[in-house]
């Protein structure tokens, strides 16, 4: 299978929503997708931050696969935060996912971004995913939120 990796761009918003909804709609997430204008009000307010850094994978010219975030100057050094992370259903388990935290990883990399950071479910799949790639839990921190 023919990969292509690039720049995730705002020419690729109605693909990213299609694609989002598949992925987030099915085990370990099941999300519901009732009105999409959020989820457009999500990805658009993305292109518009001059610190948005994310990457698509395609194949044959059609959405695959996203790895969208934000780059953060710390007192540490520079972060990307990787906000999200999905593959189509349909290309999971194909290595697509391996071959684009890699990109991702690489244009870090060129960047001089020394840490990524994310944020996914405890005990699940794509838990299982990060760690196999050599991403860390931190002991000391801890997730929280407030719904209002």
Not at 49 to 64: D, R, V, Y
Not at 135 to 144: D, G, N, P
Request: proline letters at 3%.
């Amino acid at each position: 299978m023919n990969i292509t990796l690039g720049a995730f761009t705002n020419v690729d918003l109605e693909e990213a929503i299609e694609v989002y909804c598949l992925a987030f709609s099915r085990e370990p997430w099941n999300e519901q997708f009732d009105d999409l204008e959020p989820m457009r009000k999500y990805f658009e307010s993305y292109f518009q931050s001059a610190c948005s850094f994310g990457f698509c994978a395609k194949w044959e010219n059609q959405l695959i696969g996203i790895g969208m975030g934000h780059i953060h100057p710390t007192i540490q050094g520079i972060r990307y935060s990787l906000d999200d992370f999905f593959i189509h259903p349909q290309y999971q388990g194909k290595g697509i996912g391996t071959q684009l935290l890699k990109h991702i990883e690489g244009k870090c990399r060129e960047n001089k971004i020394e840490t990524i950071v994310l944020h996914t479910l405890r005990d699940s799949i794509s838990e299982d995913f990060y760690k196999k790639h050599g991403f860390k839990t931190r002991s000391k921190l801890i997730s929280l939120a407030k719904r209002l």
